[in-house]
């Protein structure tokens, strides 16, 4: 992992978000059953990128970008680790973990004082289990139904805790 960067993305980053948004394994856990159109994403992009309470992150392992995450500010002062990516090519080598670590540092960054991280995760993703608990979050008993068609419907997301 010692190769692994990290930039706030930025307009002339869509090709590489777009592409990971793109694979396969990212779709499925985004909840939808194709990838997204491109001209109604980058719309959705440059919103995202324009937004005050939304930051997205990429990830790279040397020159080659593979993963990306997402930091929101909550409207009661709180943070989320929310969305994150990873492209399947480069999965299993703890690019997940690091992009949750730098979810942490950049909310720890912008923040003094107490407060929570907050993040949703399925009860059938053990790997986002495994690197959650690694990172201090706690599994709360809260938690939402979504369904994820292309990985066989309905799944719990754990709503998960870690006190800055």
């Known amino acids: 992992m010692s190769n692994l960067t990290y930039k706030l ?21 985004s ?11 980058y719309e959705w992009y440059q919103r ?15 020159q080659k970008c593979c993963a990306f995450f997402y930091v929101d500010k909550l409207k009661d002062g709180n943070f989320e680790a929310a969305s994150s990516g990873v492209l ?4 299993g080598k703890g690019i997940g973990t690091y992009a949750l670590a730098m979810q942490i540092f950049e909310i720890q960054l912008v923040t003094t004082g107490g407060g929570e991280i907050v993040s949703w995760v399925s009860d059938k993703n053990i790997a986002s289990y495994k690197r959650y608990e690694k990172l201090g979050f706690i599994r709360m ?17 754990y709503k998960w805790i870690k006190t800055k």
């Open 31 to 41: 909840g939808f059953t194709q990838a997204p159109e491109k001209k109604s994403f």
């Open 88 to 91: 399947s090519d480069f999965m």
């Open 141 to 157: 008993d809260e938690f939402e139904i979504r369904n994820l068609p292309l990985l066989g419907g309905e799944h719990k997301f």
């Open 48 to 62: 995202q990128l324009a937004s005050d309470h939304r930051w997205i992150y990429l990830v790279y392992e040397g």
């Open 9 to 29: 993305a930025t307009l002339g980053d869509f090709e590489d978000f777009y592409r990971i948004k793109c694979d396969k394994v990212n779709i499925a856990w």
